[in-house]
């Protein structure tokens, strides 16, 4: 028996049971769109065609404004803050970088609220103002209103810039040193090499990040809705809830999902040569330039400014104001059972993902053909779905799958179980599962590529099958990524607003919900507290990027 036979027959059927799987998470992942695409052939009893005529293009013109605007902003903000604290030198810097990182905390729908009630006509901020120039009441004197396009694209810039940021700054401390200082002999200024070299050779990972706001924009829910924006989200939410088209809503979807794939696309192609955008020499960081005192601590200011308008302002706010809630009724009990849903749903969902998430990065390691990398995009391609398309997707198959058991179950039993899956939670815990399984492949996987494969040759050579290694290799060395991983789950699934507004079940509501239907009826103190808790749990994986992030470790 020779060495390499006998790595395949221990591999045997345990290697199968894995393929399997594998093939069943992402067969799993790929069912709310096979949903989609059989709802929308179905028709809309005529209503399809005033969606085209009135509904669709004005959502279409509102998306790519809202998008172009959030892309472009993002794109300057997060290139702008990547180059300054990279390439200068000054006091706060070592702070500033961390700190740029402080809007990924806050999602989009709740920095929308803090500021539609601190620049509300009757709020502080303009109440100061008023006072400031000698007016008594709006009447007089009121600011423009927040909630317009103009407003949207800024605060989503504001929140979501951090996404061009982390990669550009990770690009930058990268490139190698001997191209600037090349640039420099052949008479480049210090201010040119950033438009001339380093900008240029930063594209691709610029493209990544601005890529990743965009599908972030598209899948806003509560933030739009807030601010006045028909999106394409909106209008699905409002065909399918308003006006009980299900298939016009999935028609609708379905024309999202081709812009997410046209984003991809883009994001793929202008990657495409990322190649030449890293030196083959050693790399190392050039040289900061030290900034004189004065610069230094403009530097510092500019630099601060994404910090306070995305995370520090609205986060205070929302402190007072839960304080102040806190201190006139405490805690509801409405609001205790709504945190403890969240939790118990977050939980059981990210356990479910870091399991499914390990079964198909496992499997394509073990495996590494073509076939199962196939199967480990189809797996991913969930967290490129906006939440809507997907609980759309879910929902249609659950309904389903629901009146075939209800069938079932009456013909055999003669007991009707109602709604099993969405009156459970089920549909929206595979919700969960389909759009973050994307975080646990890739952090799983990223673990799973330092542990050196001469470590499965040696398990294998002493007996190991597939399950063996994992148990006695590959699990024991991975965990700090499982824990990363299972990190960034939790806090995404209680973040999550779009897919739980639409599948949780009858009276089921999270601290998300509870928001969203508070500042729905301007109610804004009521939802404080709730949504200073997301915030509080949502710094949670900036700690972890901060910590582990590029440059982390260095001067």
């Not at 209503?47 to 794109?75: D, K, R």
């Not at 609980?391 to 069938?407: K, T, V, Y």
């Not at 399950?467 to 699990?475: E, Y």
Request: charged share 15%; proline share 5%.
């Amino acid at each position: 028996m020779t060495d390499r036979s006998r790595p395949a027959r221990s591999l045997g059927f345990g290697g199968g049971a894995w393929i399997a799987a594998s093939l069943l998470v992402a067969g799993l992942v790929l069912i709310p769109v096979l949903a989609l695409l059989w709802q929308a052939a179905q028709g809309s009893e005529g209503l399809w065609s005033h969606l085209a005529q009135h509904v669709l293009p004005h959502a279409l013109g509102q998306t790519a404004i809202l998008m172009g605007g959030v892309g472009v902003l993002t794109a300057v903000i997060g290139t702008s803050a990547a180059w300054l604290v990279t390439a200068h030198d000054f006091p706060g810097r070592r702070v500033l970088e961390w700190a740029l990182l402080l809007p990924l905390a806050v999602p989009t729908y709740i920095v929308a609220y803090a500021y539609l009630d601190l620049l509300h006509p009757l709020g502080p901020f303009q109440t100061l103002v008023r006072a400031v120039l000698g007016y008594d009441s709006p009447r007089q004197f009121r600011l423009p209103d927040i909630r317009s396009m103009t407003g949207a694209i800024l605060l989503l810039s504001l929140v979501l810039y951090p996404y061009v940021y982390l990669p550009t700054r990770a690009m930058f401390m990268t490139q190698a040193a001997n191209l600037v200082e090349v640039a420099r002999t052949l008479g480049t200024s210090r201010r040119q090499v950033f438009g001339r070299v380093a900008l240029p050779l930063a594209r691709p990972a610029i493209a990544v990040g601005v890529s990743l706001a965009l599908m972030e924009t598209l899948n806003d829910i509560g933030a739009s809705e807030f601010l006045g924006v028909r999106s394409l989200t909106i209008s699905v939410y409002t065909t399918w809830v308003t006006r009980s088209d299900l298939p016009g809503a999935a028609q609708i979807a379905l024309a999202m999902l081709l812009l997410v794939v046209a984003l991809v696309s883009l994001e793929r192609w202008a990657r495409r040569r990322q190649r030449y955008s890293v030196s083959g020499q050693r790399a190392r960081s050039f040289a900061r330039e030290p900034l004189p005192r004065a610069q230094g601590l403009a530097a510092l200011a500019l630099g601060f400014l994404p910090v306070f308008f995305g995370f520090l302002l609205p986060a205070l706010y929302l402190a007072a104001e839960a304080w102040k809630r806190f201190q006139f009724a405490g805690l509801s009990d409405r609001l205790l059972a709504e945190a403890r849903n969240t939790f118990v749903l977050s939980a059981l969902a990210t356990v479910a993902v870091l399991a499914c998430g390990l079964v198909v990065a496992y499997a394509a390691r073990v495996f590494p053909q073509k076939g199962m990398q196939l199967v480990h995009r189809a797996a991913s391609i969930g967290y490129a779905m906006p939440g809507t398309i997907l609980a759309l997707g879910i929902l249609i198959a659950s309904a389903g799958l629901d009146r075939w058991i209800g069938q079932a179950a009456g013909a055999l039993f003669g007991v009707d179980p109602g709604l099993v899956l969405i009156g459970s939670g089920l549909a929206l815990g595979y919700a969960y599962l389909a759009r973050f399984l994307a975080i646990s492949i890739g952090s799983v996987e990223a673990g799973l590529t330092r542990i050196p494969r001469s470590y499965d040759q040696s398990a294998r050579t002493l007996g190991q099958g597939v399950t063996g290694m994992l148990r006695h290799v590959h699990l024991p060395l991975s965990r700090p990524a499982l824990a990363a991983a299972g990190l960034l789950v939790f806090v995404d699934c209680m973040k999550e607003l779009p897919a739980t507004l639409l599948l949780r079940p009858l009276n089921f509501e999270t601290l998300a919900t509870h928001l969203y239907g508070e500042a729905a009826r301007g109610t804004y103190e009521e939802a404080a507290i709730a949504a200073w808790a997301i915030v509080l749990v949502g710094i949670l994986p900036v700690i972890l990027l901060a910590r582990v992030g590029p440059g982390a470790s260095r001067g």
